[in-house]
């Protein structure tokens, strides 16, 4: 794939040509060069899908970087970690670009995964053979999430500080393990230097290591068994393999760099216009600042907790939803299983109402935390259905519409 | 592999090296700032835990011999103050007044350190002495250190 | 005959009997009496101090009235106690009286026995004090633990003088063993003779030898302060049992008339001692805001009032005191004086403020307004801060508006003001809250840089400086000035004021040029999005260049074959 070949001349190689064969001839790299060159990827309706994936990598690839840079100079002790986040944004050349980058980016990053999460789920790519890609898909979006919150203590401010006391106070909802839970995340029964020790080791060794080990099995697997193709497509061409496609490389490689120069420019955007703002150092015997709540990845989670009264089927409210929830991560977790037709490409109404539904609850209760919408438990759910009812609606006629054009 | 069944046009190859310079452009606007900030500076004064004075034992016992005493320097983000005592101990403090928070300082022609504000008066070792401080100024942990010119610096700490 | 004989013989007998019977009793209550309840006395003055004892007895007096009113009353002789019951132990065991020589007194007789160290002295008097059915003369040994007198050995004895190996009223209060009377006449109902009861304290406290074996350093001039104060001198004129005598303010937590309080005296440094700084302004206003009690009384002419300690409550050293617990904090005697306690006259007020605010104090001593206030009466720092509610001083005092303090003399021309007078004090005003103003957008303005994640650079004349700590320097400046103001001239107040002035530019300068560089960044995004967005728009272009992709039958429209 070398851009060089193209305007070679025709007698000798240039030096990035022989460069090349150099390195081929020694690492092997052949077996990558056949791989890429093989890879191909199915041109439809849903094509711009396939970008998502892509571009959560290289927010991964941007947060690792700036992570690497950022520990340079960060100091993980509570008396320290304020002043160290203070240094970087005020005193060490550009490193107010650098930890907004890396802030702005952690959230672009879990969006994305939202979005990446939500259209493989649309494409029904997690049909067989790639139940396991779905399920690591899954526990990477945990573990993303646990590099969130884990990262948003570091900076010991009073936000960062109260956030973790409520959020690792509602792990302590789960049922049985919940207490043991809480201790050991918090390394201890309060929020304390300890926690940030703790949530340090966590963010920049444990999950980057854990990530790194689920993310190639991801990865290997996406490879192997190349890019799903949405049912609807593979009925119009008659059959997956029939489906036009456009080599990996260099058309939709050459795409997905636009993607990526196009995030970059939005970060580097965010950091100069909107810095992510230092706070004030936490002061644990303080009270908690109002409206306290998480990073908005979070909030629909914070927001259902919120509404539901303190007890519900005799359970605590922390426990009802902490369960609620994990409930709904073991149904989501198992739904290659429960898409009994996915093999037969039929329909799943059960499933994709559900699914419509969560969407629209997600985002209901999302505006409900962030104090757009002022919403009660049952008027939040009704919300949600009627929207997703309506949503459904709206698709079967358009389907129908779509059907008249085909044959049309 | 990259299809290369087009001949390359004047357009394309134009295309391709605009490419490359502009990647390359954009390499450095991102390595630029990186390399920056990686390279260290000196010591962030306001955040350290430890910050040397702006003046050696000598100096400081030159200037106290004369009745004078250096201004206060920024530690953790306050004036600190150091003193030489008559037993060559040295001491450092957080030069805020207990009273009204206006900053002290020392008098060596006096053997006191003094708030002008109020006329609050305290001893060499921050215990109030007269007018209206109520408590003691804040001690810092203190002591010399010998660098390689041979001259002896003086280092103040948080005491932990 | 012989029947005469029986009946007195059996008279005889029955009375023996029942005497007997009676000292039995009697002698069983007093083993138990140590416990008696009877807490309400107020304390009694200690006892004519025994010559040589070192000891501090303290007396088990029970002063029944209030204790403002304080006179503890001597004990009168109590119910019938057996006469022939031999001295039992003393029922406190008062530790050994240290060696020293005694004056010739008929007290020095009841000391005398038990001269050997180690040896408790007996102390038969709580035996009947103890369940005193007389409330006021009701003492505990409880109620004497605490007294510093009792703690250092002394007795009942020591200050009220008598024969304590006595267990009956009359050979204990001897007058020939030294018994002091505080009352004149033996009505207890009534409080003791005030006059006595100071003379009693006085004693010893105004004795050298007798107090130097306690306290190598003592104060003895309290007994004269005394006489010099409001009190004394009240109590010169008429023995007027409502004024304060040494046991109203320092024996331990009193009541009033019917509920006399205990006895004894707790060290002044102890938290319960009614004289414990937090606690002196109530000691005072047991009296001194009781309406009916000051009811009718005067000083040089105007009424006394009652409402001090109201006021004095809501000021800022009330503040200070009670809740910061900063005992620097005047109280009452800090200002009226302890022992000579008076209000301090007209011209000597400042000086009272300046034992704590002399810088102050100085600077007003040297101004017009002082002898103006001087020559009309005029309580000098009083005038404007008030005299007991005084409360935290603000900029928003000074000026020419509504609610400053300048405006009651200055507006109309009272006493003397002159019209310049108010317009100086407006540009005080002015002034200082400009400087005031400027300070605070000055740390807002740098609080917007530390947001934006500037770093701020050093001012002007220091650049190595911290912005936030070199801005301090004008908050000195405000301070000084708002004490410089009290030399009420123009020139020192703007010499301090121009210094601040001049800090917080600087400082706005610096804060200034880092929100600068911050909008610089802004150009910095721009340059670097420039070839962001350069690779972007050739990408696009060199994508399109690619050969095209084979679609499949279906997709082939005459535009796109």
């Known amino acids: ?408 | 592999m990259m299809e290369a069944t087009s001949p390359s046009t004047p357009r394309r190859a134009w295309l391709v090296r605009t490419l490359q310079a502009s990647v390359a452009a954009s390499v450095a606007a991102i390595f630029y700032p990186v390399v920056r900030f990686l390279w260290p500076r000196r010591g962030t004064v306001s955040s350290a835990a430890e910050v040397v004075a702006p003046f050696t034992v000598a100096q400081l016992k030159s200037l106290q011999e004369k009745g004078e005493a250096p201004p206060p320097f920024n530690f953790d983000n306050k004036p600190c103050l150091v003193v030489l005592m008559p037993d060559g101990d040295l001491r450092a403090y957080n030069g805020i007044c207990t009273h009204v928070a206006c900053t002290v300082t020392v008098r060596p022609g006096h053997g006191d350190i003094f708030c002008n504000c109020h006329n609050g008066v305290y001893d060499l070792n921050g215990q109030p002495v007269s007018g209206p401080p109520p408590r003691p100024l804040e001690a810092y942990k203190v002591f010399r250190r010998k660098t390689p010119s041979g001259q002896e610096e003086i280092v103040v700490s948080r005491s932990t | 005959m012989r029947t005469r004989l029986r009946v007195v013989l059996l008279s005889g007998l029955l009375g023996a009997a029942a005497m007997f019977a009676a000292g039995w009793s009697a002698a069983g209550d007093a083993a138990g009496a140590e416990t008696a309840a009877a807490a309400d006395e107020s304390p009694a003055p200690p006892p004519p101090p025994p010559p040589p004892v070192p000891k501090k007895t303290e007396t088990p007096g029970k002063s029944p009235d209030a204790p403002p009113k304080a006179a503890p009353a001597p004990p009168p002789p109590p119910p019938p106690p057996p006469a022939t019951k031999p001295s039992e132990k003393p029922a406190p065991k008062a530790p050994a009286a240290p060696e020293t020589k005694a004056p010739a007194s008929p007290a020095a007789k009841a000391l005398a026995k038990p001269g050997e160290r180690g040896q408790p002295r007996p102390n038969q008097c709580l035996t009947c004090h103890a369940e005193h059915a007389e409330p006021r003369l009701r003492v505990t040994e409880s109620d004497m633990a605490g007294d510093v007198h009792w703690q250092k050995g002394l007795r009942c004895v020591d200050c009220h003088g008598g024969d304590p190996a006595w267990e009956e009223a009359r050979g204990a209060h001897a007058e020939e063993d030294g018994f002091r009377r505080l009352r004149s006449d033996s009505d207890l109902t009534k409080p003791p003779d005030p006059v006595r009861v100071v003379e009693l304290c006085g004693d010893c406290h105004a004795n050298i030898e007798r107090m130097r074996p306690f306290n190598p350093s003592p104060r003895t001039d309290q007994l004269r302060e005394y006489w010099t104060s409001g009190h004394g001198r009240r109590l010169k004129e008429s023995a007027d049992p409502a004024v304060a005598t040494c046991v109203s303010c320092h024996a331990k937590p009193h009541g009033t008339a019917a509920d006399p309080g205990k006895h004894g005296v707790l060290a002044v440094a102890d938290l319960n001692s009614p004289v414990y700084p937090k606690n002196v302004a109530k000691t005072c206003a047991t009296c001194h805001a009781d309406a009916k009690l000051m009811a009718g009384r005067q000083y040089h002419g105007r009424p006394i009032g009652h409402q001090q300690y109201d006021e004095w409550s809501r000021s800022v050293h009330a503040e200070t005191l009670l809740k910061k617990g900063d005992l620097s904090a005047p109280t009452c005697n800090d200002c009226h004086g302890n022992h000579g306690a008076l209000p301090p006259d007209v011209d000597s007020v400042a000086n009272a403020c300046g034992t704590c605010h002399g810088k102050i104090a100085g600077l007003f001593a040297t101004t017009r307004m002082k002898h103006a206030f001087e020559r009309v009466g005029l309580p000098g720092c009083a005038t404007c801060h008030g005299a007991h509610d005084i409360r935290h001083a603000t900029i928003d005092m000074l000026g020419m508006h509504d609610g400053a303090v300048c405006v009651g003399c200055h507006d109309k021309g009272r006493h003397g003001a002159t019209v310049a007078g108010g317009e100086a004090a407006r540009k005080f005003r002015n002034d200082l809250d400009g400087l005031r103003r400027a300070i605070e957008e000055a740390e807002a303005k740098i609080e917007e840089a530390e947001r934006l994640g500037m770093a701020i650079p050093g001012p002007r004349s220091d650049p190595r400086a911290d912005a936030r700590m070199y801005l301090r320097k004008a908050g000195d400046a405000l301070t000084a000035a708002r004490v410089e103001i009290h030399g009420f001239a123009a020139a020192p107040v703007e010499k301090v004021l121009a210094a601040g002035r001049e800090t917080v530019a600087e400082v706005q300068e610096s804060a200034e040029s880092a929100i600068r560089q911050h909008h610089a960044r802004r150009i910095w995004l721009a340059a670097s999005l420039v070839p962001i967005l350069l690779v972007i728009v050739v990408l696009v272009l060199y994508i399109r260049t690619l050969p095209p992709v084979p679609l499949a039958a279906q997709d082939r429209t005459p535009g796109n074959p």
């Open chain 1, 1 to 408: 794939m070398s851009l060089a070949a193209l305007d070679s001349p025709p007698n000798r190689p240039r030096w990035t040509a022989r460069l090349k064969e150099f390195l081929i001839d020694r690492l092997g790299l052949e077996t990558f060069a056949e791989l890429a060159a093989k890879k191909r990827v199915p041109i439809h309706r849903s094509t711009v899908f396939y970008f998502l994936g892509g571009m959560a990598l290289f927010l991964f690839g941007i947060q690792v970087v700036t992570g690497i840079l950022l520990s340079l100079y960060y100091k993980p002790s509570p008396d320290q970690a304020f002043e160290s986040v203070r240094a970087i944004m005020t005193e060490i050349e550009y490193g107010w670009l650098i930890r907004s980058i890396h802030s702005w980016s952690a959230n672009l990053l879990i969006g994305v995964l939202y979005l990446h999460l939500l259209t493989t789920f649309i494409m029904r790519a997690y049909r067989r053979p790639r139940e396991f890609t779905w399920i690591t898909g899954l526990v990477l979006l945990a573990m993303f999430l646990a590099f969130g919150f884990s990262g948003y203590l570091l900076p010991w401010n009073q936000l960062a500080f109260f956030a973790t006391k409520v959020g690792t106070d509602i792990t302590g909802g789960v049922p049985l393990v919940g207490e043991s839970m809480l201790l050991l995340a918090r390394s201890g029964e309060e929020v304390t230097g300890d926690t940030l020790a703790r949530f340090y080791s966590l963010h920049v060794v444990i999950l980057p290591l854990a990530v790194l080990a689920v993310l190639g099995v991801h990865l290997y697997l996406v490879q192997k068994h190349g890019m799903s193709v949405p049912d609807a497509a593979a009925r119009r061409y008659g059959g997956p393999e029939h489906v036009p496609s456009m080599p990996f490389v260099p058309h939709f490689l050459l795409r997905d760099m636009v993607g990526w120069y196009v995030a970059l420019g939005l970060l580097a955007a965010l950091a100069a216009l909107f810095p992510w703002e230092l706070g004030t150092k936490a002061d644990p015997f303080g009270a908690a600042p109002e409206g306290i709540k998480p990073e908005w990845y979070f909030l629909f989670m914070f927001a259902t907790l919120e509404q539901t009264p303190s007890h519900v089927f005799g359970l605590e409210n922390k426990q009802a939803v902490v369960l609620f929830f994990s409930l709904v991560g073991l149904v989501v977790l198992a739904v290659p299983f429960l898409d009994r037709r996915a093999d037969r490409g039929g329909p799943r109404p059960a499933l994709s109402f559900l699914a419509t539904w969560a969407v629209f609850a997600f985002v209901v209760q999302t505006a409900v935390g962030l104090g757009l919408l002022h919403f009660g438990l049952s008027v939040s759910v009704f919300v949600s259905g009627a929207l997703a009812i309506a949503f459904r609606l709206l698709m079967l006629w358009w389907c129908a519409l779509d059907r008249r054009r085909m044959s049309a």
